[in-house]
């Protein structure tokens, strides 16, 4: 079992900068593919950005060059830092674990998911 837990989240003004990390239990974080997405009102689930164990990284086309995603398998910890944040990132974020380390950009890839934090990003 995996126990992931966000935080970081806020209300931020357009162009305005928030790093979300998300804490992970378990002793084997560092063979977890690891992923972020979010869920605006009314919206599926989407992708933002993942990395993979070895610490390569692939994003939406949207956040591209605006968000970074990274891990720190020391702390069972993975962040994602955004910057010059648009109205439309507004959403619940969730932090996402697939256990077999696959990862990818679909939710169903992912088998342990964290309780959300929610970015607001005022125009």
């Known amino acids: 079992q995996v126990h992931l837990v966000e935080s970081g989240g806020g209300l931020v003004q357009a162009g305005g900068s928030l790093r979300l990390s998300c804490a992970a239990s378990g002793r084997t974080f560092s063979s977890y593919a690891m992923g972020w997405f979010r869920q605006a009102p009314g919206k599926e689930r989407e992708f933002v950005a993942g990395?993979?164990?070895?610490?390569?990284?692939y994003y939406a086309d949207s956040p591209k060059g605006r968000f970074t995603i990274s891990r720190d398998n020391g702390k069972n910890t993975v962040c994602l830092q955004m910057n010059s944040l648009k109205p439309e990132d507004t959403a619940v974020y969730y932090c996402?674990?697939?256990?077999?380390?696959?990862?990818?950009?679909?939710?169903?890839?992912?088998?342990?998911w964290g309780q959300g934090t929610q970015v607001t990003v005022s125009s």
């Open positions: 996402a674990a697939d256990s077999l380390g696959e990862g990818g950009r679909a939710a169903s890839g992912y088998d342990f």
């Open positions: 990395i993979w164990s070895g610490g390569r990284t």
